[in-house]
């Protein structure tokens, strides 16, 4: 997907039923490697004025459940992702009817799961089906993790949890409330093309796959394509260009020397953060990470 046409043209600033008050019991719907859940109002209290609202990695999305801009563009690569955004927003009532008929069950988890093996019997799926996959997978699979092999199959284990909670129907009308009340544009593309017609005023929130701080810290496969050290740089290349057109942003990356050392010309702060999934779970406590700023 490429696009041709600025996202301005994408929002329907007219809505009637546009809410602005800031909408409660609202947040991320899924457990996503590198979740922000826990320093999501530490980075809000960094967010300045702004006209549009840019997340060009939003995974879970714990940062824009907590800011609730009013008009939005909320990018990932991930399009299955995305689809499940869409159809939380448009139709949350079929998902939640297709969520409570899942089983946790390993042998059906694996069933599930193999779909994406047959592209076939994938592409007769519905976009509610796909999601409520999606959902399902990430709540029984181990840790909640998405990952994908180089293939780009899903490739997490069951889970064996006792009583995941599949369809959590508040959360989801929730969801999709707020998501009608805003005027957000989904997209799933490369960050650097979901940001080519930023320009003043707006701004981004960058919460890229980190720079690994060993080789078996290493957690890029959100996607088939990963995240390399080639990535970092088109994304401080990017980051150099926003800041040249007046856009404020906020990046969070891991502490590590080359990052440090790539963003030495704009200011750093140190957040301690909780991180959830680790294979290790010794690891799982608060770690040191990196909020970057040009403003
Ligand atoms: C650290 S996670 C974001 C976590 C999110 N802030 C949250 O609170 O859950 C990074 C996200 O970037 C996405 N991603 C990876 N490569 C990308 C690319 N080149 N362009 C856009 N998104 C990408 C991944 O699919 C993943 O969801």
Redesign the pocket.
Known sequence: MRISTPWSAYFTSKKTFRVRAVQENVG?F?K??????QI?QVIKSYVPKFKRYF??????????FTVQPMQAVL????SE?INVYKVIRDSPEELIASLKKHENTAEYFYRIRSLDRDPLAYSALSPVERASRFIYLNKTCFNGL?RVNKKGHFNAPFGRYKSPKIADESLIWAVSRLLLRRDVVFA???????LKDAEEGDFV?L????DPVSETARF?N??S???GRE?QL?LKEVCDWLDQRGVKFVL?NSNTEFIRSLYASYEIRYVRAGRAINCDPRKRGKVVELLIKNY
């Open positions: 991320p899924l996503w490697a590198g979740g922000k859940r999501a997340e060009p990695f939003l995974g879970g999305g714990a940062v824009f990018n990932d690569l991930n992702l998405f799933s593309l490369d960050f650097a093309e979901c929130y919460d890229p796959p980190y890029t959100y996607s394509l990963g995240f990535d088109r969070s």
